[in-house]
């Protein structure tokens, strides 16, 4: 059955991928609503656009308005709350923007949410949904064992990970409150095709294509647990559909690895992948700067619930999501050519 997804921040790293899935794997209807930052890009829905069961609204979550009015025209069944600001660096140097829009946004999709579905007729109002995407980064940092699971303290210690913390317990809250049908999940870091070259991953593939230095915060040895963004896309997909309201979901990959692993794996790909003897080993150009400060030591998702409940698996190891992903940035440079000469060119954020 055709059901219509709103589906906020769509034009991001994650949404776009979730919107690329709904429409090609689904009969839903999509409208993505996006105030396109910087880390916007209407080239990530280039896949999509035409197809008639798509649409797109350049607007804020923060404007109530403009809010309001979109609800009224698209009548969603689900919601899905992407939009946000998502760079743990850049939430250092200016924590506004993450306290405006992940949790102001917040507040008012979920005012709104609730305006809309206390209206809806009651067969609609049962099968209404809204689905918050969070990150593992809510629960702090882990020491050598240990996972987090759907019951682990909420311990934030960024800027972007407190605002995150605080939009989770807005949207709990207005469960508990007023009743409305909310699901949430907490993912680990993502990997893939489309990601702002700001973040480790491409980052690494770009400068490493360049020649250029390989910078790896404080000794390499932070843990991160690393999911294929199109795993995360399908998990987000069957959490909307089948999730039960007021149920929290981690998801991840069980694939565990140290920045230094994560940055030496994608040096040997590109050694195999794009080899270059004027530049040479690409171990080479790695160099150890001064660490983000309060990084946060390891993160690892125990994922089970997600998998008893719902039957999600991910299907792409790490090895074969980053082999895949290297080529996917090897064979699409006009994609992140066009970022690098605009807004943003690879220098280092968030130093403290
Ligand atoms: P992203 O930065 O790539 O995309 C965010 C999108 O939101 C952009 O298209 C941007 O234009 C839009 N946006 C920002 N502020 C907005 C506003 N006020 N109104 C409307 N749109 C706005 O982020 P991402 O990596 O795709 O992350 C998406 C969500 O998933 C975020 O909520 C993030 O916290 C969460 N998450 C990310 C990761 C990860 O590894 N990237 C892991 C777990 C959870």
Same mark, same amino acid.
């Given at each position: 059955?055709?059901?219509?997804?709103?589906?906020?921040g769509?034009?991001?790293?994650?949404?776009?991928?979730?919107?690329?899935?709904?429409?090609a794997?689904?009969?839903?209807?999509?409208?993505?609503?996006?105030?396109?930052?910087y880390?916007?890009?209407?080239?990530?829905?280039?896949?999509?656009?035409?197809?008639?069961?798509?649409?797109?609204?350049?607007?804020?979550i923060?404007?109530?308005e403009?809010?309001?009015?979109?609800?009224?025209?698209f009548? =969603?069944?689900?919601?899905?709350?992407?939009?946000?600001?998502?760079?743990v660096?850049?939430?250092?140097?200016g924590?506004?923007?993450?306290?405006e829009?992940?949790?102001?946004?917040?507040?008012?999709?979920?005012?709104?949410?609730?305006?809309?579905?206390? +209206?809806?007729? &009651? +067969?609609e109002?049962?099968?209404?949904r809204?689905?918050?995407?969070?990150?593992? &980064?809510?629960?702090?940092?882990?020491?050598?064992?240990?996972?987090f699971?759907?019951s682990?303290?909420?311990?934030?210690?960024?800027p972007?990970? +407190?605002?995150?913390?605080a939009?989770?317990h807005?949207?709990?809250?207005?469960?508990?409150t007023?009743?409305?049908p909310v699901?949430?999940?907490?993912?680990?870091?993502?990997?893939?095709?489309?990601?702002?070259?700001?973040?480790?991953? =491409?980052?690494?593939?770009?400068?490493?294509?360049?020649?250029?230095p390989l910078?790896?915060?404080g000794?390499?040895?932070?843990?991160?647990?690393?999911?294929?963004? &199109?795993d995360?896309?399908?998990?987000?997909a069957?959490?909307?559909e089948r999730g039960?309201?007021?149920?929290?979901?981690?998801?991840?990959?069980?694939?565990?690895?140290?920045?230094?692993e994560?940055v030496?794996?994608?040096?040997?790909?590109m050694?195999e992948l794009? =080899?270059?003897?004027?530049?040479?080993?690409?171990?080479?150009?790695?160099?150890?700067?001064?660490?983000?400060?309060?990084?946060?030591?390891?993160?690892?998702?125990?994922?089970?619930?997600?998998?008893? &409940?719902?039957g999600?698996?991910?299907?792409?190891?790490?090895?074969s999501?980053?082999?895949?992903?290297?080529?996917?940035y090897l064979?699409?440079r006009?994609?992140?050519?066009?970022?690098?000469?605009g807004?943003?060119r690879?220098?280092?954020?968030?130093?403290?």
């Amino acid at each position: 059955m055709s059901r219509r997804y709103l589906v906020t921040g769509g034009a991001g790293f994650i949404g776009s991928a979730v919107v690329r899935h709904l429409i090609a794997q689904t009969p839903h209807r999509v409208l993505v609503v996006d105030k396109l930052t910087y880390a916007g890009n209407l080239d990530n829905l280039a896949p999509v656009d035409g197809d008639p069961r798509f649409s797109f609204l350049q607007a804020d979550i923060g404007d109530a308005e403009a809010m309001r009015r979109a609800f009224a025209a698209f009548r =969603p069944d689900v919601v899905m709350n992407l939009a946000a600001e998502s760079h743990v660096d850049r939430s250092i140097d200016g924590p506004a923007a993450f306290i405006e829009t992940n949790i102001g946004g917040t507040f008012v999709l979920l005012q709104e949410s609730l305006r809309h579905w206390r +209206a809806l007729p &009651e +067969a609609e109002r049962a099968g209404f949904r809204f689905h918050h995407v969070s990150t593992d &980064e809510v629960f702090g940092s882990l020491g050598a064992q240990g996972l987090f699971t759907e019951s682990s303290p909420y311990q934030p210690t960024s800027p972007y990970s +407190a605002s995150k913390a605080a939009s989770d317990h807005l949207v709990r809250a207005w469960h508990h409150t007023y009743g409305l049908p909310v699901l949430l999940s907490n993912c680990s870091n993502n990997y893939g095709p489309y990601h702002f070259p700001e973040k480790l991953i =491409p980052l690494m593939i770009l400068n490493a294509l360049e020649g250029a230095p390989l910078p790896v915060y404080g000794d390499g040895a932070n843990v991160r647990d690393w999911l294929h963004v &199109e795993d995360h896309a399908r998990a987000l997909a069957l959490i909307a559909e089948r999730g039960r309201p007021g149920e929290s979901y981690n998801v991840g990959g069980r694939a565990e690895r140290s920045n230094l692993e994560v940055v030496t794996a994608i040096c040997a790909l590109m050694d195999e992948l794009a =080899p270059d003897p004027a530049i040479g080993p690409r171990t080479d150009l790695i160099r150890f700067v001064a660490d983000r400060p309060g990084h946060d030591r390891r993160y690892a998702i125990d994922a089970s619930h997600i998998e008893r &409940e719902l039957g999600w698996r991910p299907q792409e190891s790490f090895e074969s999501g980053l082999r895949q992903t290297v080529a996917w940035y090897l064979a699409h440079r006009d994609w992140w050519q066009r970022i690098r000469s605009g807004v943003y060119r690879g220098e280092r954020l968030g130093a403290g």
